[in-house]
Protein backbone atom coordinates (compact mmCIF):
# COMPACT_ATOMS: atom_id res chain seq x y z
CA UNK A 1 0.00 0.00 0.00
CA UNK A 2 1.34 3.62 -1.15
CA UNK A 3 0.73 5.72 1.76
CA UNK A 4 1.44 9.46 2.29
CA UNK A 5 1.52 10.42 5.63
CA UNK A 6 0.99 14.27 6.81
CA UNK A 7 2.26 15.82 10.41
CA UNK A 8 4.98 13.33 9.78
CA UNK A 9 7.42 14.37 12.36
CA UNK A 10 5.09 14.33 15.26
CA UNK A 11 5.35 11.88 18.29
CA UNK A 12 2.34 9.95 16.63
CA UNK A 13 3.70 10.67 13.62
CA UNK A 14 6.90 8.78 13.52
CA UNK A 15 5.35 6.00 15.35
CA UNK A 16 3.39 5.67 12.31
CA UNK A 17 5.66 5.74 9.59
CA UNK A 18 8.05 3.29 11.39
CA UNK A 19 4.89 0.90 11.77
CA UNK A 20 3.82 1.70 7.54
CA UNK A 21 7.18 0.54 7.39
CA UNK A 22 7.50 -2.38 9.03
CA UNK A 23 4.33 -3.99 7.41
CA UNK A 24 6.32 -2.76 4.36
CA UNK A 25 3.64 -0.22 2.67
CA UNK A 26 5.86 2.72 0.56
CA UNK A 27 5.31 5.78 2.75
CA UNK A 28 5.72 9.49 1.90
CA UNK A 29 5.73 11.60 4.55
CA UNK A 30 5.20 15.59 4.58
CA UNK A 31 6.73 17.66 7.04
CA UNK A 32 7.51 21.37 7.62
CA UNK A 33 10.79 20.55 8.23
CA UNK A 34 11.83 17.47 6.27
CA UNK A 35 14.96 17.37 8.04
CA UNK A 36 13.42 15.64 11.49
CA UNK A 37 13.13 12.13 9.20
CA UNK A 38 15.83 9.93 8.01
CA UNK A 39 15.56 9.02 4.35
CA UNK A 40 15.63 4.98 4.25
CA UNK A 41 14.64 2.19 1.82
CA UNK A 42 10.37 2.60 1.37
CA UNK A 43 10.78 6.29 2.55
CA UNK A 44 9.86 9.56 0.56
CA UNK A 45 10.37 12.52 2.39
CA UNK A 46 8.59 15.48 1.18
CA UNK A 47 9.10 19.14 3.00
CA UNK A 48 6.79 22.45 2.39
CA UNK A 49 3.64 24.02 4.10
CA UNK A 50 0.52 21.95 3.93
CA UNK A 51 -1.51 25.03 2.35
CA UNK A 52 0.85 25.14 -1.16
CA UNK A 53 -0.68 22.92 -3.62
CA UNK A 54 2.27 22.67 -5.63
CA UNK A 55 4.30 20.81 -3.04
CA UNK A 56 0.90 19.02 -1.82
CA UNK A 57 -0.21 18.02 -4.53
CA UNK A 58 2.88 15.68 -6.20
CA UNK A 59 2.40 14.25 -2.59
CA UNK A 60 -0.74 12.65 -2.67
CA UNK A 61 -0.60 11.67 -6.20
CA UNK A 62 -0.50 7.68 -6.95
CA UNK A 63 -1.39 6.95 -3.02
CA UNK A 64 -3.73 4.58 -2.09
CA UNK A 65 -4.54 6.18 1.09
CA UNK A 66 -3.53 9.40 2.72
CA UNK A 67 -3.03 9.75 6.72
CA UNK A 68 -3.66 12.99 8.62
CA UNK A 69 -2.22 13.88 11.80
CA UNK A 70 -2.75 17.44 11.38
CA UNK A 71 -4.12 19.43 13.98
CA UNK A 72 -3.65 22.06 16.78
CA UNK A 73 -0.41 21.94 19.14
CA UNK A 74 1.91 23.45 21.41
CA UNK A 75 2.60 25.74 18.09
CA UNK A 76 0.40 27.93 17.90
CA UNK A 77 2.31 29.98 14.71
CA UNK A 78 1.21 26.78 12.89
CA UNK A 79 -2.90 26.75 13.42
CA UNK A 80 -4.09 29.61 11.08
CA UNK A 81 -2.89 26.66 7.64
CA UNK A 82 -4.73 24.10 9.30
CA UNK A 83 -8.12 24.71 8.21
CA UNK A 84 -6.46 25.84 4.34
CA UNK A 85 -4.10 23.34 4.66
CA UNK A 86 -6.95 20.43 4.78
CA UNK A 87 -8.60 21.94 2.07
CA UNK A 88 -5.73 21.84 -0.24
CA UNK A 89 -4.98 18.15 0.63
CA UNK A 90 -8.96 17.66 -0.24
CA UNK A 91 -8.90 19.02 -3.01
CA UNK A 92 -5.16 17.66 -3.93
CA UNK A 93 -6.78 14.21 -3.36
CA UNK A 94 -10.01 14.81 -5.61
CA UNK A 95 -7.74 16.10 -8.15
CA UNK A 96 -5.70 13.10 -8.69
CA UNK A 97 -8.50 10.63 -7.69
CA UNK A 98 -7.36 9.40 -4.39
CA UNK A 99 -10.47 8.53 -2.22
CA UNK A 100 -9.03 6.79 1.00
CA UNK A 101 -8.52 9.74 3.54
CA UNK A 102 -8.46 8.67 7.20
CA UNK A 103 -7.42 11.62 9.41
CA UNK A 104 -7.59 12.88 13.51
CA UNK A 105 -9.02 15.40 15.16
CA UNK A 106 -10.51 15.51 18.84
CA UNK A 107 -14.13 15.39 20.02
CA UNK A 108 -14.75 18.83 19.37
CA UNK A 109 -15.46 17.33 16.07
CA UNK A 110 -19.04 15.79 16.64
CA UNK A 111 -21.04 13.10 15.40
CA UNK A 112 -24.42 12.22 14.75
CA UNK A 113 -23.88 9.16 16.53
CA UNK A 114 -23.10 10.96 19.52
CA UNK A 115 -24.71 10.76 22.99
CA UNK A 116 -24.41 12.07 26.24
CA UNK A 117 -21.18 12.38 28.15
CA UNK A 118 -20.10 14.46 30.68
CA UNK A 119 -16.37 14.01 30.68
CA UNK A 120 -16.15 15.10 26.95
CA UNK A 121 -18.67 17.56 26.97
CA UNK A 122 -16.31 19.25 29.71
CA UNK A 123 -13.02 18.90 27.60
CA UNK A 124 -14.72 20.37 24.64
CA UNK A 125 -15.99 23.32 26.75
CA UNK A 126 -13.22 24.03 28.59
CA UNK A 127 -11.36 23.42 25.26
CA UNK A 128 -13.76 25.87 23.21
CA UNK A 129 -13.08 29.24 26.11
CA UNK A 130 -9.76 28.61 26.63
CA UNK A 131 -8.18 27.44 23.28
CA UNK A 132 -11.04 28.91 20.98
CA UNK A 133 -8.32 29.05 18.41
CA UNK A 134 -7.85 25.53 18.53
CA UNK A 135 -11.15 24.81 18.93
CA UNK A 136 -12.06 26.84 15.69
CA UNK A 137 -9.54 24.63 13.58
CA UNK A 138 -10.75 21.34 14.66
CA UNK A 139 -14.46 21.95 13.47
CA UNK A 140 -12.92 23.96 10.20
CA UNK A 141 -11.45 20.58 9.40
CA UNK A 142 -14.10 18.41 10.80
CA UNK A 143 -16.18 20.57 7.95
CA UNK A 144 -13.81 20.06 5.39
CA UNK A 145 -13.50 16.92 4.98
CA UNK A 146 -16.98 16.05 5.68
CA UNK A 147 -18.06 18.14 3.02
CA UNK A 148 -15.72 16.22 0.49
CA UNK A 149 -16.42 13.52 -1.67
CA UNK A 150 -13.40 11.48 -0.02
CA UNK A 151 -13.87 8.12 1.46
CA UNK A 152 -12.91 9.52 4.73
CA UNK A 153 -12.89 8.20 8.17
CA UNK A 154 -12.35 10.83 11.33
CA UNK A 155 -10.69 9.40 14.05
CA UNK A 156 -11.02 11.45 17.40
CA UNK A 157 -8.75 11.05 20.16
CA UNK A 158 -8.83 12.03 23.58
CA UNK A 159 -5.52 12.72 25.71
CA UNK A 160 -2.70 11.40 24.29
CA UNK A 161 0.13 9.71 26.01
CA UNK A 162 3.62 8.41 25.70
CA UNK A 163 3.11 5.27 27.84
CA UNK A 164 3.79 1.44 26.16
CA UNK A 165 1.45 -0.66 25.53
CA UNK A 166 0.76 -3.99 23.81
CA UNK A 167 -3.28 -3.84 23.80
CA UNK A 168 -4.86 -2.17 21.31
CA UNK A 169 -7.11 1.21 21.06
CA UNK A 170 -10.87 0.27 21.04
CA UNK A 171 -13.26 2.09 19.63
CA UNK A 172 -16.43 3.49 21.05
CA UNK A 173 -19.44 6.37 20.74
CA UNK A 174 -19.63 9.41 22.77
CA UNK A 175 -21.86 8.64 25.12
CA UNK A 176 -20.28 4.96 25.85
CA UNK A 177 -18.11 3.88 28.82
CA UNK A 178 -14.78 4.09 27.98
CA UNK A 179 -11.36 5.66 28.68
CA UNK A 180 -10.37 9.64 28.49
CA UNK A 181 -6.73 8.42 27.76
CA UNK A 182 -5.35 6.75 24.19
CA UNK A 183 -1.50 5.63 23.49
CA UNK A 184 -0.12 6.97 20.77
CA UNK A 185 1.37 3.60 19.46
CA UNK A 186 -2.08 2.52 19.93
CA UNK A 187 -3.29 5.13 17.50
CA UNK A 188 -1.16 4.30 15.01
CA UNK A 189 -2.02 0.88 15.12
CA UNK A 190 -5.71 1.63 14.61
CA UNK A 191 -4.79 4.43 11.81
CA UNK A 192 -3.08 2.11 9.31
CA UNK A 193 -5.83 -0.90 10.10
CA UNK A 194 -8.51 1.14 9.55
CA UNK A 195 -7.04 2.62 5.96
CA UNK A 196 -7.39 -0.90 4.55
CA UNK A 197 -10.73 -1.53 6.46
CA UNK A 198 -13.67 -0.01 3.59
CA UNK A 199 -16.13 -0.68 7.55
CA UNK A 200 -14.63 2.56 8.40
CA UNK A 201 -15.64 4.76 5.29
CA UNK A 202 -17.75 8.24 6.81
CA UNK A 203 -17.56 7.01 10.38
CA UNK A 204 -16.35 8.78 12.86
CA UNK A 205 -15.30 6.69 16.25
CA UNK A 206 -13.61 8.13 19.36
CA UNK A 207 -10.39 5.97 20.43
CA UNK A 208 -9.30 5.24 23.58
CA UNK A 209 -6.96 2.77 25.50
CA UNK A 210 -8.30 -0.72 26.35
CA UNK A 211 -10.38 -0.54 29.68
CA UNK A 212 -8.34 -1.97 32.81
CA UNK A 213 -11.50 -4.67 33.29
CA UNK A 214 -10.78 -5.98 29.87
CA UNK A 215 -7.21 -6.42 30.77
CA UNK A 216 -8.24 -8.13 33.81
CA UNK A 217 -10.28 -10.30 31.97
CA UNK A 218 -7.95 -11.32 29.43
CA UNK A 219 -5.86 -12.17 32.13
Known amino acids: ?12 GQLLVERALGQGH ?3 AFARNPDRLEPRPG ?8 DDPDAVGPAVSGADVVIS ?10 VPSLVPGMRT ?8 DVKRLVATLTPSAPDTSDGKDLR ?5 KAVRF ?31 HDNPTSLPAVTRSVGEPGSMRLA ?23 LADTPPSATLEAG
Do not use: C, H, K
Request: hydrophobic share 55%; proline share 5%; glycine share 8%.
Open 120 to 124: VTLLV
Open 26 to 28: LVT
Open 130 to 160: TLPYAYNAVRGMDEVIRSSALDWTIVRVPVL
Open 184 to 206: RAGLAAFLLDAAQDPAWIRRAPL
Open 89 to 96: IVTAMEAA
Open 69 to 78: LLGPGRDRSS
Open 43 to 50: LTVVGGAI
Open 1 to 12: MRVTIFGATGST
